[in-house]
């Protein structure tokens, strides 16, 4: 059981057990269901435990005002509950507030077994409802920050880029020889998957700071991950190893072991640059298949530029944002 699921136990239990002590010791009727109110509110972020409440509110409403449609022009029988019940879903899925629905009829219940609708019976439910929803959202309003497990999937991921990027090196100049480039492609993208998803956790548990970098860091992952598949798909179609092709192979290792650092990542394009300027400047190939594969390596140094673009904004946006 992890730390999160043990504080959400506790936090539940306490906060149910809160509500309904309060309700009691203001002599409610039905003290009980501010207790399940607390229950109903609670979700796992703070944006949408306060959008399910401002919910809630509209719900509260919706039934007190149906119920006393339906029961006083209906009167006090299962048909009209059945009625009512039928309305309330109606109108709850109409504005997509589907999860009131089990505290409207649990609200209209009261009203419907008391055979009344009295303004004393209203602020009883009003009271119980302010009570249940009102300590569900105090105790969610802490919620164990997951920066830190964000900052560190994120080193995982650069990392995990790099050793893409090496491996296709290795295949460069070792086409034949067994490669782990699948594996760790595939370790990239589940990274990706959890990391997107802690982001938005972030992003819904942080009600006034702006972390919606953290997704614009992951955008630039993504494009980083697309540009090694590219990379990948072109060395693929290489039939030999030129010696343009070992010099990029070492260009490409020198790429995934240099440093997370803006002034690298310069001095990096630069010397792209002028790998680019030297191959233009070699002599022309003499063969269909040199001219070929040399047209390959071509490509993968324009993916590279494209990487090597991106790694320089990765890293402008972290210095930005993050802590060091």
Avoid at 10 to 19: D, F, H, N, Q, T
Avoid at 42 to 71: D, P, Q, R
Avoid at 87 to 114: E, G, R, T, W
Wanted: aromatic content about 10%; charged content about 15%; proline content about 2%.
């Amino acid at each position: 059981m992890n730390k999160i699921n043990t504080l959400k136990i506790i936090k539940l239990s306490l906060g149910s057990s809160l509500a309904i002590f309060i309700a009691w010791l203001l002599n409610l009727e039905y003290s009980m269901v501010a207790g399940v109110i607390v229950l109903l509110t609670v979700k796992n972020t703070k944006k949408e435990t306060l959008k399910g409440t401002i919910g809630k509110i509209y719900g509260f409403f919706l039934c007190t005002i149906f119920s006393y449609l339906c029961f006083n022009t209906l009167g006090y029988h299962l048909v009209s509950f059945s009625i009512f019940i039928f309305i309330i879903i109606f109108i709850c899925f109409l504005l997509k507030i589907q999860d009131v629905i089990a505290m409207c009829v649990v609200i209209a219940s009261h009203y419907f077994m008391k055979g009344d609708i009295s303004t004393s019976l209203i602020l009883n439910e009003a009271g119980i409802f302010v009570i249940g929803a009102g300590i569900g959202v105090i105790i969610n309003m802490y919620i164990p920050t997951n920066i830190n497990k964000i900052y560190e999937g994120q080193r995982k991921l650069q990392n995990e880029v790099s050793t893409v990027l090496i491996d296709i090196a290795d295949i460069i100049v070792n086409p034949n020889k067994e490669n782990k480039y699948t594996f760790d492609l595939n370790t990239l993208n589940t990274l990706i998957s959890s990391s997107i998803s802690e982001a938005y956790d972030n992003i819904n548990n942080s009600l006034l700071s702006d972390t919606k970098f953290f997704l614009d860091h992951m955008d630039i992952i993504k494009s980083q991950r697309d540009i090694l598949e590219n990379l990948y798909i072109h060395v693929s179609q290489l039939s030999c190893a030129p010696p343009q092709a070992h010099i990029l192979s070492a260009f490409i290792h020198k790429i995934g072991h240099a440093s997370f650092e803006s002034e690298t990542v310069n001095q990096l394009l630069d010397e792209l640059n002028r790998l680019m300027i030297s191959m233009k400047n070699e002599p022309l190939p003499i063969s269909r298949s040199e001219f070929e594969n040399r047209a390959i390596l071509f490509l993968c140094l324009t993916e590279l530029k494209q990487f090597l673009v991106n790694r320089k904004q990765a890293q402008i946006l972290r210095d930005s944002n993050y802590y060091k």
